[in-house]
Structures are given as structure tokens and as C-alpha cells.
């Protein structure tokens, strides 16, 4: 199933221009009675072509990506429009200055997706890859292109070894979208499960983490179309139990840093403490004069959130929930390197 396909340009398009259509003329309506972009009544009027703007230029987006030969001086603008659509949860509190900034961003989707030729099969922008479809987006070439190619065959290779969870070899297939960032800027690839898309975030030396990322990736369209229900149920309970496990937390020393941001401090500045008393740590501000203070009781707390992810769980984003804790196990476990004291319980459920 491919992120986006050519059937849905025609079927998304007319409404993608609608909707231009139906924002430009209520902002110049708006703008003509006096009324502020931030005003109720211009979110109220602008409302339904907005959410029309959003969710049909996703699906042209997508279709773009999928199908379109992407000219190199526009590489940027898409994927701009792309993060857009992609990105938009909510109405803009001034609807005035998104339409300025962000006009241009659907004018570039319609061009796109009247006047932009089709990919060619085979060549350096669209290719198969074992039971990959990869759309080159970013145009890379040469040794870069080697190494995204490697990296998606070993991420290949090593889940067609693994033989834990059951079937998982099913989530080889479909379309892998190769982008310069779109979504999830810290992460080298995502999943989108409304429309079972793969995305990989261009890397000019692809290397294990691209690999891991890959994998865990894969791991979630496991998780939300194959996984068997009693296993994630059995699973969830795992999570449950190691997220309540009692973590000794290890506390500041004297002349160690607090791991606090001081406000109005110089971006990452920690102060160091001076001593602890009272039940509070002690440190000078920024300027080294200032004696500031702040409860023992929060650097606990916070403490003891981050060292109880780190050192309960297989990695510190297995702790956000069951699912990326299933995602960050599989993909260590499929690298073969998840430790023991994790490997067991995950061959518990899955095996």
C-alpha cells in the first residue's frame, strides 16, 4: 500500500483548489470589513477552508511524493509544504499572517500536481529495493545513495532473520519515502499508520541508528496491523510492571550540576551546587553572586523520572508507552543486541 497514489490527486485536487479559492476570498472579504486575523470572526469564516486546505493537501502531498518527479530547485518548497500539511493540528491564531507566510506553500502543491511529470521506474528518484518501493525525494546520489540503500537492506536483512514476533516479516512491503525532515525532526524515520506510509530522513553516512530507526519504524505497522491481540495485551502489562518498579535515585553531589534550567540563564548553563541544607540545594545564578536555592524534593522528582526510564527500560523512549517500548525492544532484539534482563520478557510475550 503505497504513502500516497496517483488516484488521489484527481480525487483531492479539485477540493485542494476549492479551498484555496474559498480562503483567499474570505480573507480579502475580512480584510475589506476591518476585521483582525485574529479576530472569532475570522477563524469562524476561515475555519472550514483551513481544515479543507490541511487535510486535502496532505493527501496531494502524498500522491506528489509518491508519483511526481520532484525538479531540484523545489525540493525544498515541497518538502516546506509537506511539513505544513503534514504537521497542522490547529488553527493559527492569526489567520492573516498564515495565509501571507503560507500561500505560497499551496500554490506550489497545485503547480505540483497539474504540471509536474511522473516518476520514471528504475532510475536514481524511484526504484525497488528487495520488497521496498524507495522514493528519493531529496535527489541524493552517489555514496550517499549507496549508504540509504545499505541501510534499508540490512534493516531488511536482519528482520528476515528474526524469527521473534511471530510474523513479523509481514511488514516487509510497501513504500519508503527517503525526505530531508518532514515530521519528527529528532527522528531518523516514522510511520504514519493512517495511511501506512514510511518515511526515512536523508543521512549523508547511513549507520546503525538509521537502521535501528528503521526497524522500529516497522515495529509499529507490526504493532497496529499484525500483532496478536493477546500478546499486546500481555505486553501492556509488562510495561505496567516495569514502569512501577522502584528505581533508587542517585541525587547531586556537592560541585556536580543541578539538572535544572535557572531562568533568565545563558541557554544550556547549569549551576553547580554549592550545598545542600534545609532541604534544598544551594548554587549561584549566572552572574556567580546571586546565592539561589531551589526544593530537594523536585530534583528528585525529575530525577527520578528520567533515571527510572533510564535505567528500567531497554532505552529512556521505551518509557513514553507500551508501544514504543515494544518498538525500541524489537529493533534491539532484531540487531541482537537487547540485553538479557529485556531479551527474557520479550521472548516471554512474543515467543
Given at each position: ?351
Amino acid at each position: 500500500m503505497a504513502a500516497g497514489s496517483e488516484d488521489d490527486i484527481p480525487r483531492h485536487l479539485p477540493v485542494l483548489k476549492g479551498a484555496y479559492n474559498d480562503m483567499r476570498g474570505a480573507i480579502h472579504d475580512l480584510q475589506r470589513r476591518g476585521i483582525a486575523g485574529d479576530d472569532w470572526r475570522a477563524r469562524n469564516d476561515t475555519n472550514r477552508p483551513w481544515v479543507r486546505l490541511i487535510e486535502d493537501g496532505y493527501k496531494v502531498a502524498d500522491a506528489v511524493l509518491s508519483t511526481r518527479s520532484i525538479p531540484d530547485r523545489s525540493r525544498k518548497g515541497l518538502e516546506m509544504a509537506f511539513r505544513l500539511v503534514s504537521n497542522s493540528r490547529r488553527m493559527p491564531k492569526d489567520i492573516f499572517k498564515w495565509w501571507d507566510k503560507n500561500a505560497k506553500r499551496f500554490d506550489l502543491l497545485i503547480k505540483a500536481a497539474e504540471k509536474w511529470p511522473p516518476k520514471e521506474v528504475g532510475g536514481d528518484e524511484l526504484f525497488t529495493l528487495g520488497p521496498f518501493t524507495v522514493h528519493n525525494t531529496v535527489g541524493a546520489k552517489g555514496a550517499e545513495l549507496d549508504s540509504l540503500k545499505r541501510g534499508i537492506e540490512q534493516a531488511a536483512k536482519a528482520i528476515g532473520k528474526s524469527r521473534l514476533p511471530p510474523g513479523f516479516k509481514k511488514v516487509l512491503y510497501g513504500d519508503i519515502h527517503v525526505v530531508p525532515r518532514i515530521a519528527n525532526s529528532h527522528h531518523a524515520a516514522w510511520y504514519f499508520p493512517s495511511d501506512d506510509s514510511l518515511y526515512m530522513r536523508r543521512s549523508k553516512k547511513t549507520g546503525l541508528d538509521e537502521v535501528h530507526a528503521l526497524i522500529h519504524e516497522l515495529g509499529h505497522r507490526y504493532w497496529r496491523r499484525f500483532a496478536d491481540k493477546e500478546a499486546k495485551q500481555n505486553w501492556w502489562r509488562h510495561h505496567n510492571q516495569v514502569e512501577s518498579k522502584q528505581t533508587e535515585v542517585d541525587m547531586p553531589d556537592v560541585g556536580e550540576p543541578l539538572p535544572v534550567r535557572v531562568p533568565k540563564a545563558p541557554r544550556g548553563w547549569r549551576p553547580t551546587v554549592e550545598s545542600r541544607k534545609m532541604g534544598r540545594y544551594w548554587f549561584r545564578g549566572p552572574n556567580g553572586q546571586d546565592m539561589l536555592s531551589i526544593d530537594d524534593m523536585r530534583i528528585y522528582r525529575l530525577l527520578s523520572k528520567q533515571q527510572k526510564a533510564q535505567k528500567n527500560f531497554p532505552t529512556p523512549y521505551s518509557a513514553k508507552d507500551e508501544e514504543e517500548h515494544f518498538c525500541e525492544a524489537l529493533a534491539l532484539y532484531v540487531m541482537g543486541v537487547l540485553p538479557d534482563e529485556h531479551e527474557v520478557p520479550f521472548k516471554d510475550v512474543w515467543g
